[in-house]
């Protein structure tokens, strides 16, 4: 993954951390999804690795990338040098005052949202994206059953025990719970996309677009 070179003078833990990611997460698949060119905003991008990728594997995006953690974004934003198309943030998606993105991505941020918020959340997306643009939201599946425990666990791990990732709650939700929230939202043509094969997590791809 050639976005990790960006992360080779940082802190070991930064190093482990991204390259953990870039070994369980499916980058590839969510970055050939992304539009050529336009405005991308990814929400929660930790440390900035799939937001890398992407400015990198699409010159023709503006990427914007925001989290709430201030250290993960000061680790991000050590790795922009002269690149002109890529940016950070430590936001929240409501506090973000600009609108009228090409697509949204969100990977592995919904679960650590409280469910109650999960609406409010989405929504959120949806206004900052233009008519007609697409979020890409990317979770983990209920089944198959043993790759989803083992994902729970090592989720614990992280956020309760370690605290390597920031985040209110661990809630995750069927397929069929989240295309109605995202119907509920405002979304439309929502597609459903498994992600698993060769990871160990249950990866799933939701896409959907802003009528």
């Keep these: 993954m050639e976005a990790l070179a960006f992360y080779r003078e940082l802190p070991l833990p930064v190093r482990l951390h991204t390259r953990l990611r870039a070994w369980t997460c499916p980058f590839a698949r969510l970055v050939e999804r992304l539009p050529r060119e336009g405005r991308l905003l990814e929400v929660g991008c930790g440390h900035g690795l799939l937001a890398n990728q992407a400015a990198l594997e699409r010159p023709g995006l503006a990427v914007l990338g925001v989290d709430p953690a201030p250290d993960k974004i000061r680790w991000a934003l050590a790795t922009v040098g002269?690149?002109?198309?890529?940016?950070?943030?430590?936001?929240?998606?409501?506090d973000i005052p600009e609108i009228g993105f090409d697509a949204i991505m969100v990977a592995d941020v919904l679960y650590l949202v409280p469910r109650v918020d999960w609406l409010g959340f989405l929504g959120s997306c949806r206004t900052r994206l233009r008519p007609g643009g697409r979020l890409l939201l990317k979770e983990v599946d209920r089944t198959p059953r043993w790759k989803f425990y083992r994902c729970v666990l090592q989720e614990a791990l992280s956020v309760r025990a370690f605290g390597l990732t920031l985040g209110d709650a661990l809630a995750f939700a069927s397929s069929g719970e989240l295309v109605g929230l995202l119907e509920q939202a405002g979304f439309q043509d929502i597609a459903v996309t498994p992600l698993d094969r060769g990871y160990m997590?249950?990866?799933?791809?939701?896409?959907?677009?802003?009528g």
Excluded: D, K, Q, S
């Design 82 to 94: 002269e690149r002109l198309n890529i940016a950070f943030r430590c936001e929240r998606i409501g």
């Design 201 to 210: 997590t249950p990866h799933v791809l939701y896409e959907a677009r802003r």
